[in-house]
């Protein structure tokens, strides 16, 4: 079993930027996948960046790509997501997610365990 806690959301101006942390409990924390998703209002949920268990590999999802940054401290049992640059577009809640996997999954139908979300709003 794994609990996982998000923190970090808040309320910032186009082109700030916010750093997403996801606490996780449990001693195989190294040995998840794990990733991050977000869901705007009336939209499905999507993949916005995904890492394997030992942060070698990563994803991002191209409306993200080369302003966001996932990485992991297995210290620290946290995943975090950098997010630079930050547009409205990017406003929703944001969820992070384990799964029982080596490499990164994209799909949320392969992640295992859920945090409870946060929320970001980013203004124009």
């Known amino acids: 079993q794994v609990q996982l806690v998000e923190s970090g959301g808040g309320l910032v101006q186009a082109g700030d930027s916010l750093r997403l942390s996801c606490a996780a409990s449990?001693?195989?924390?190294?040995?998840?996948?794990m990733g991050w998703f977000r869901q705007a209002p009336g939209k499905e949920r999507e993949s916005v960046a995904a890492?394997?268990?030992?942060?070698?590999?990563?994803y991002y999802a191209d409306s993200v790509k080369g302003r966001f940054t996932i990485s992991r401290d297995s210290t620290k049992n946290t995943v975090y997501l950098q997010m630079n640059s930050l547009k409205p577009e990017d406003t929703a809640v944001y969820y992070c997610?384990?799964?029982?996997?080596?490499?990164?999954?994209?799909?949320?139908?392969?992640?295992?365990?859920w945090g409870q979300g946060t929320q970001v709003t980013v203004s124009s």
């Open positions: 997610a384990a799964a029982r996997s080596i490499d990164y999954r994209v799909h949320s139908r392969n992640y295992d365990y």
């Open positions: 890492i394997s268990f030992n942060g070698g590999r990563t």
């Open positions: 449990g001693r195989t924390f190294s040995s998840y996948a």
